[in-house]
């Protein structure tokens, strides 16, 4: 068992704060496709549930990345996905990297913040022709005295039209496409206001509504070389092990899909057809114990590879499995939800009727299903030189 009390305390704190503080307002959210991250952020900043496995000088925990975890399972019950996938940016996606690898400066001017509430932050990496494709990626930074110069745009940025700052991963020279890119903190806002050579727009989306998602445009944006994050040239391998945490804290908010079981089990005591209750159908019964089973077993991968990840081994193809499963296994709870709870499952405020559009991003988003397959693939040895 990877949970201990403390894991579970921390747990029943943020399953307190989604009640009071998320749930009952997810529908006005849902319609306006955007959530107050800002003011969200402050109250979690100040309960600490921003900075779980940061360091403590910059205002974090410092607890180990199981607590992360744990903590991304509690988000997982809210009533709208698209709420934990932009808190998951700001702890698990956008700052990893700045908190290894960045300066003592760098990460008090922009992490102790993000930890804080203080600022929402999202992370660059996906453009229009580069998306599970990291490495054939466009935009660029040119160096210019003291500063780099940027150019291009970013799409599918979670917190888009809120962040603050963006960890940018961008070209920072010509060589080859695995050493000539880096990890660049770039202010989006001051004082409220976009800086100049920024551009944003919103996008909208089949799910995730109240995640507002945009597309960002970078036209000669000037930003101080000290924002890099790290050397030079080394951003794709810090945003490679920016992805293995990703890709835990998705899965890991997937096993609250157990909730929409009982939700679903509970719904159908209450429905009677042909004089008995829908649950005492064997048919539905065997099903939900089977789902049940398959969501208890991804719980299983995601313990066994947070653990790794926390000794230090490399995770890339259990992470890549966790989140390949997460992203199929999901869709597939809240599309058996719908058929069992009928015409009230079919009606777009059900609970998982927005699941199954919230969970189908998850076999797209940080990394597709098919690039998943292809990581495990060449992680077990199937893979000739040729499609390496």
């Not at 579970?8 to 009952?24: N, T």
């Not at 109240?210 to 994050?229: E, K």
Request: aromatic share 8%.
């Amino acid at each position: 068992m990877l949970y201990t009390q403390d894991h579970r305390s921390i747990m029943d704190s943020i399953r307190r704060f989604v009640a009071a503080e998320i749930d009952p307002f997810v529908d006005e959210w849902e319609a306006a496709e955007t959530f107050p991250a800002h003011a969200l952020f402050r109250k979690m900043g100040e309960l600490g549930f921003l900075g779980i496995t940061k360091p403590v000088e910059y205002g974090g925990l410092g607890l180990d990345f199981s607590y992360a975890v744990a903590a991304a399972e509690a988000l997982g019950h809210a009533r709208a996905q698209g709420v934990g996938m932009g808190i998951g940016v700001q702890t698990d996606m956008a700052t990893p990297a700045l908190a290894a690898f960045g300066t003592d400066a760098l990460k008090r001017e922009f992490l102790a913040p993000a930890i804080a509430g203080e600022m929402v932050v999202s992370i660059g990496v996906s453009e229009v022709g580069a998306g599970s494709d990291v490495a054939s990626l466009k935009t660029r930074a040119r160096r210019d005295g003291d500063d780099y110069v940027i150019s291009g745009s970013k799409m599918w940025i979670t917190n888009g039209t809120q962040a603050d700052w963006i960890c940018l991963l961008c070209n920072t020279s010509d060589g080859p496409v695995h050493k000539n890119k880096s990890l660049i903190i770039v202010p989006l806002r001051e004082n409220g206001r976009l800086v100049r050579g920024v551009e944003v727009q919103k996008i909208r989306k089949m799910g995730m509504w109240c995640s507002d998602t945009a597309q960002i445009f970078f036209d000669d944006v000037r930003v101080p070389a000290r924002n890099r994050i790290g050397d030079e040239g080394m951003g794709f391998i810090y945003q490679m092990k920016q992805f293995q945490e990703e890709r835990l804290n998705g899965a890991a908010r997937r096993l609250a899909c157990s909730a929409l079981i009982e939700e679903t089990a509970d719904y159908l005591r209450q429905r009677v057809a042909f004089g008995k209750p829908l649950l005492d159908n064997q048919y539905i019964q065997f099903k939900l114990a089977e789902l049940k089973t398959e969501l208890e077993s991804l719980r299983a991968l995601v313990h066994v590879a947070t653990r790794a990840y926390i000794q230090g081994e490399d995770v890339v193809e259990l992470a890549s499995m966790a989140k390949l499963k997460a992203g199929r296994l999901s869709r597939e709870i809240a599309d058996w939800c719908i058929q069992f709870q009928g015409g009230m499952g079919y009606t777009w405020d059900n609970h998982a009727n927005r699941a199954y559009r919230d969970f189908r991003l998850g076999s797209i988003g940080g990394g597709a299903d098919e690039v998943m397959l292809q990581v495990i693939a060449k992680q077990m040895g199937l893979m000739s030189r040729h499609d390496r």
